[in-house]
């Protein structure tokens, strides 16, 4: 299957004048253009005025839970990803930046994260500039003596460090996946350390506004618990620069922003995040934990996309434990109503079956009855309903790329202060990611990083590089590509990895096909490879299944 690709959606209006005002017999379109392969979507256009969006969480979950927004894949009409380049990878832009998969990061990095030089200032004063004491989480935003600002993050008073370790946890590993996350920052600090700012106010339970007090603040902290020294532990999340203009939907585009071209349904790295999201229990990726930012960059103002909000991750509900349906089953289903009233209530779902150990900073997170293909949020979300087997490939490739120092690496930074509890989750991020590559990995043939080395096609098997299969045996066909017609000319005898006679001698700017193939007949990849300035190069990628 071919994706059309993100430069289809850039060449539409071009391409629409040129038939507009030229009377001349059908053109064929080129498959590549001198630039292809793009690694970065062109320079955004300047946004003029964009809407502050606020949406409801409740109609959120009644629109997706008894409609179906966007524009839904069919078994008779497969929408291909839209975002991607003719290799068939996301390129970098405002959405999203390749990371460790392309440019592999040391544990230290992946600890790092987003950065590590902007933590609160610990020897001054944090003053207090908003706080809310209603709602499920409490909390405040401080100002430290730097001028710098923080949304402070707490754990629940039963269940300390299930919060905040999550958050930092999750927020690492979505950095080091390619996404835009805020840069956060674990803390530690005494009551004393909290001013309140001038004209600082809260509302009462009336809505009616009135001046907070140092007592609003103690009674925050009642609901916050302690370490054996008395210090508070939170996450001190810095702001993200640029104007806050809501979340984005995981459908549609939004019609005030000139650079979102691509519907959100058809974006890999949207739909590929389920695999991410199901990897660390992620149950809440919806429209709310996510936030557009309006930033300036070389006198360009365009909208850059974030996901925040990671505390209801790796078995945690922000508020304690995640509940054991989790992953499993929506919030609302027919289908296990069913199966219990029907078997008479004998029917036992596998949720009920996972097994947790008593780690109070841990919640519910399990691997042994992970499924890894069936896991669901909270409620459908069109992107991830929308995803192919080529987009499943290419984020179980990232998820398997973290290997076992890496992700024990990372988890460090959530600073369990019971080894037990880091062991834990380790071994259950290790098991599930080892679930997601043998669930998506083999959808495909599942080869990748091609290259030309040495005058031969090279690649990396995958399955067989992660111990998912044992080396298969692969056949190769070469033809000739003309990238006007779209067609291919086969090459007879031309059986080799290593380049045909034909590509070798074949002048700047022409193109070749390589179709390599495995046991299942279904499963192909074709490689296409153009003569350049530097030589033969790998210029894109098809996926067939």
Known sequence: MRPRGLRHYWKTAGTIMVL????????????????????KVPPPRSVSEVLKRKLSDYYDFFHHTFATPGEPQTAARRIPAQDVNTLGEVPDSNWYTNRHYRYPMSPAELARGVGDGNAPDPSGVWTVIAAKTEGITPGFTIQDSRGRR??????????????????????????????????????????????????????????????????????ILMNVPRDADGQYRAVASLFITGGNVGPFRFYGTRRDDPNDIVPHEHRRD?????????????????????????????????LKHYLIDFGSTLGSASTGPNSPRSGFEYLFSWNEPALQFFTFGLFVPEWAKAKYPELPAVGRFESERFDAAGWV??????AFLNRLPDDEFWAAKHVMNFSDEQIRAVVRAGEYSNPQAEAWVVKRLIERRDKIGDAFLTKVLPLDRFAIEDGRLVFDDLAAKHGLAAASEYSIQWSRFDNDSQTNSVIPGATAFALPPAALEAGSGMYFAAEVRGDNPNRAVTVYIRNGESGMQVVGVDRTW
Request: proline content about 9%.
């Open 20 to 39: 507009l005002v030229c009377l001349a017999p059908p053109l064929h379109s080129q498959k590549f253009y001198p630039d292809d392969p793009l690694e």
């Open 150 to 219: 923080y949304v402070m993050k707490f754990d629940p008073l039963a269940y300390p460090e299930i919060t905040t370790a999550a958050e930092m946890i999750s927020s690492k590993f979505f950095h080091a996946l390619g996404y835009f996350v805020p840069e956060n920052y674990l803390v530690r600090f005494g009551r004393e350390q909290l001013v309140i700012g001038e004209g600082v106010q809260l509302r009462d339970q009336l809505g009616n506004p009135r001046p907070m007090t140092d007592r609003d603040i103690t009674e």
């Open 377 to 382: 949020p909270e409620y459908p979300n069109p």
């Open 270 to 302: 949207l739909r590929g995040l389920s695999i991410f999201a199901a990897w660390l229990d992620h149950d809440d990726s919806r429209a709310i934990n996510t936030t557009d930012f309006l930033v300036e960059e070389s006198g360009v103002r365009y």
